[in-house]
C-alpha cells in the first residue's frame, strides 16, 4: 500500500465524523428553529419587498418557509452522501497486492475492509476502484458544494434578519450584561447574525477552493492536495461557528406584529395588483393603466381606492369584491404553502 491509501481513509473517516456527528446536527437544530418560525408567523400578514420597492403582501411565516425549504433540500442531499475511497496500491492497480497474494479477491477485500468503517454512520464510505495513486476527490468536492449551497442559504438568511431588525420589524430581547455598541448605550445590534454571516462567508472561501482544486492532480499523483486537505477542520469549524451564531441569533427575537402591520397599511397601493387582476376578469377597459395613473408615484389612502372603485364601470357585486381587499387580507395562500412539506 501506498501512503495515500492510509491517508484517504483517515481524511474520508473524519469528514464522515466531522459532518456527519458535529455540523449536520448543528445545521438540523437551526433548519427547525427556521421551521418552527414560519410556523408561528404563518398568518402574520407583512409587506413585501420587490427591487426594494413596496409590492404584494407576504406573510413572515412563508418567508421563514422559504429558507426552510432551501435548507431541507439540502440536508436531504447531505443525509445520504457518500464519500469514495481507495485501497488499490501505488498507482491504483493493485499491483503489489495481486503480486504478493495472487489468490486473494482484492475488489472483495476492499468492499469488505470499507464497509467494516459504515456501522452507525450518517455519511458512508463506498470504495473506489478506478483510480491513481488517488482518490480523485470528486466526492469531497461535492461534500464541499453542497455544504456551500447550504451555507450560502444561511448567509441569505442572516442578511434578511438583519433587514428586518434594521426596519424594526423583528425585535431583538436585550442580554443581561451584553454591550450593544461601545459609545451608544440604547443599541442592541445584530451581531449573532452578522457573525453568523462572516464565518459562513470564510467557510465557503475554502469550500470553493477545495471544490475547484482537489479533483485536478497532475498525471498519477502530485502533493499539492496534502497541504489543502489539512484545512478541512478550518472550512468546518467556520461552518459550524456559523451555524450556531444564526440559532443564538433566533433564540432572542420575535416578530414585532404592531410595527409589520402599521408598515402595511402605510403602503395601501399594494393591492392595486389584486384591483387590476380582478377587472381583467370582468374585462374591463385598460385595467393596469388605470391603476399606474392612480398609484404610480403618488401617496394614496384606502379612501382613494374606495372612490376610484365607486367611479367603475362594473357590477355593483364586483365593486364589493374589490372593496373588501386590503393590504392586510391579500396575502393568496401564503399560510397554506406553510404548511406544506
Known amino acids: ?83 469514495l475511497v481507495k485501497l488499490n496500491g501505488a498507482t491504483g492497480n493493485y499491483d503489489a497486492h495481486r503480486a504478493s497474494y495472487p489468490k486473494v479477491d482484492w475488489i472483495e477485500f476492499t468492499r469488505d475492509f470499507v464497509e467494516r468503517f459504515n456501522e452507525r454512520r450518517r455519511i458512508r464510505l463506498e470504495p473506489n476502484f478506478v483510480t491513481t495513486q488517488i482518490e480523485p476527490h470528486d466526492t469531497y468536492a461535492e461534500l464541499f458544494d453542497n455544504l456551500r449551497r447550504l451555507n450560502t442559504i444561511v448567509i441569505g438568511f442572516d442578511q434578511d434578519m438583519w433587514r428586518y431588525i434594521s426596519d424594526d420589524w423583528v425585535k431583538q430581547k436585550p442580554v443581561e450584561g451584553e454591550i450593544g455598541s461601545s459609545t451608544m448605550p440604547h443599541k442592541v445590534n445584530p451581531i449573532d447574525f452578522e457573525n453568523s454571516e462572516g464565518n459562513l462567508g470564510i467557510a465557503n472561501a475554502l469550500f470553493g477552493y477545495f471544490s475547484s482544486k482537489l479533483p485536478v ?111 392586510m387580507n391579500y396575502t393568496g395562500i401564503a399560510g397554506l404553502l406553510v404548511e406544506s412539506k
Not at 469528514?15 to 445545521?27: A, F, H, T, Y
Not at 443564538?248 to 395601501?268: C, F
Request: charged fraction near 30%; aromatic fraction near 6%; charge should be negative.
Open 1 to 83: 500500500m501506498t501512503s495515500e491509501d492510509v491517508n484517504n481513509l483517515a481524511y474520508g473517516l473524519m469528514l464522515s465524523n466531522g459532518v456527519g456527528e458535529i455540523v449536520l446536527p448543528s445545521v438540523q437544530r437551526l433548519y427547525e428553529t427556521i421551521e418552527e418560525l414560519a410556523q408561528r408567523y404563518k398568518d402574520v400578514p407583512m409587506l413585501a419587498r420587490t427591487h426594494g420597492q413596496p409590492a404584494s403582501p407576504t406573510t413572515f411565516g412563508k418567508e421563514f418557509k422559504v429558507f426552510a425549504s432551501r435548507m431541507k433540500r439540502q440536508l436531504d442531499q447531505l443525509a445520504g452522501f457518500k464519500i
Open 217 to 327: 492532480s497532475r498525471l498519477q499523483r502530485d502533493l499539492s492536495d496534502s497541504t489543502v486537505e489539512r484545512n478541512f477542520g478550518v472550512a468546518l469549524g467556520h461552518s459550524l461557528i456559523g451555524y450556531k451564531s444564526a440559532q443564538k441569533g433566533l433564540s432572542k427575537i420575535e416578530v414585532n406584529e404592531h410595527k409589520v402591520a402599521e408598515e402595511l397599511e402605510n403602503h395601501p397601493e399594494v393591492i392595486s395588483e389584486a384591483i387590476q387582476t380582478l377587472l381583467r376578469r370582468e374585462g374591463a377597459e385598460m385595467p393596469y393603466e388605470q391603476l399606474r395613473e392612480l398609484t404610480r408615484g403618488r401617496k394614496i389612502t384606502m379612501d382613494d381606492f374606495r372612490t376610484f372603485i365607486d367611479g367603475l364601470n362594473v357590477s355593483e357585486e364586483v365593486k364589493k369584491e374589490l372593496r373588501q381587499i386590503t393590504p
